[in-house]
């Protein structure tokens, strides 16, 4: 959950590690730092409590710390507390190893024991200086060079790292290493960098190396050689990547999120136009074909938060159209239950980065069982990417606020056209509802960006409701699926506790939260459960509910109930999830953007939970 950058060049080390950092504080953002080697080979180290914006100050944009090669980290505290101290980089006793981390080291504290026999001393409470000065050790004990004594840590270690490390006596070279969490390589003439994800060196060279699992580089100036834990060479092939640097900039909004709300349209027809191909779905290079298709029994879903929500809502969608009986699990707890899997079952993880921990827990778990799965992933080279059997890729482009809002949007885009494409193989559905459905998927970024020209009425709303404590949002069906992605985005970014609740199921219980005031949202775009809704909201009125009504275009008896209502183009049922989705994600933002909080990157969230 921590930002990794390093650069090794000609040009000053420390404001391109800034820039770097800046571009990956949606990571984690509880401390940062800066190791640059200056003119006098030594490795000079500045450490920051707080945002970004701190380091920066402290070290005058960079230009404090002169030197062409050097590290830096921002962070997301999980061994020990945000602190300077322990804030990354790290480095051994006598300075002979420094370096940054991101993931978790599961034993560190056995580790450490044994570092402290050895006459190590520790100055912080983190994982990370323990694989630090582990490196030293044997660098010593076998009077080895950087690579074999980094392949001698990774023996040793347990859990997940991305590791960059600058040894004194190297000082034209940086090295990496890498397990389950992200790490990519960035090269050009005479520079070369490394980073937690592409936006951070997008800016200087689109030529990525993605490292492999356990893997080790050496980077010189401009050169990037690989090692395997027996460190033995490997070949990779860079990869030319095809993100748009300006995607990573705010591009004249106010913030990332409300960018990428209307980024929206675009993400999702770029995602339908990458498969569906005249009057067909085409899968192409996921490897998903009719066979394939034909003989699944039973389809698991498995992801978290707004990616969980998606497989909620595909629930539906999928079992309406191909009859497929279809379970959706929250991977945290699908890794650890000891799932029953059956043989034709299809495990499908859905995740933006490709890097949340209990999602590639789960997908591993699912492949070790020898069941077929399917990654719905945005960020190409990732982890989960390159591990799942079949990846269809979501093109949303870089998100940069903590709170998704393009990439779920792309994914509900993803798990429509499977369901399609599953209905007409197995068939469910004729020739002719495809078309239909297929016609009405091309519609929907428009209807999209309709949605997006009425955004003044919310942000009204919002302004007035700015002070609301409780917040309820409750459906039915797939509107229950887009309350849970409502309310999630309310209380993340808003700090409103919010709750979603099947429509339904308040009255066992709930509903006694309801009083005078507190703001309620019905989802009511199922026609067939209009009114089963409606007549839920007139309960929660009728004690003191302020309520507003969230619905498609001709449902205007709502207004007979809601005190505020939004309307949505009417689509087909099974879509209606994306467009409703864009008020709420509006009304959250708004909400945070008149309580004055920080939207893109709210408290105590990192946007990659690379840690379970
Ligand atoms: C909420 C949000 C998170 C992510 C979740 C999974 O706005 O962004 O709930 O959806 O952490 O992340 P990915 O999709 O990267 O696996």
Redesign the pocket.
Known sequence: MCGIVGYNGYDQAAPILLDGLEKLEYRGYDSSGLAVRNGKNEIEIVKAKGRLRILSEKTDGGNALAGSCGIGHTRWATHGEPSENNAHPHISDDKNVTGVHNGIIENYQELKEKLLRHNYRFYSDTDTEVAIKLIDYYMKKYSEGPVDSIARAMTRIRGSYALVVMFRDYPDEIFCARKDSPLIIGTKEGETFAASDVPAILKYTRTVYYIGNQQIARLGKGTAEFFDIDREPVEIEPKEVKWDAEAAEKGGFEHFMIKEIHEQPKAVRDTINSIVKGNSIEFGETGISDEIIQGIGRIIIV??????HVGMAAQYVFEDLAKIPVRVELASEFRYRDPLLLKDDLVIV???????AD?LAALRLAKEEGIRTLGII?VVGSSIAREAEHVFYTLAGPEIA???TK??SAQLAAVYALAIQFAKVRGTIDQQKYEELLAELGTLPGKMEKILEDKERIQWFAAKYSNAKDMFFIGRGIDYAISMEGS??MK?ISYVHSEAYAAGELKHGTISLVENGTLVVGVCTQNRLFEKTRSNMVEVKSRGAYLMGLTSYGNYSIEDTADFTVYIPKTDQHFTTSLAIIPLQLLGYYLSVARGLNVDKPRNLA???TVE
């Open positions: 992801a978290c938060g707004s990616a969980y859905i995740s933006q980065s490709g890097e949340t999602s945005n903590v709170a998704t990439a779920y999630l985005k993340e946007k990659s939970v």
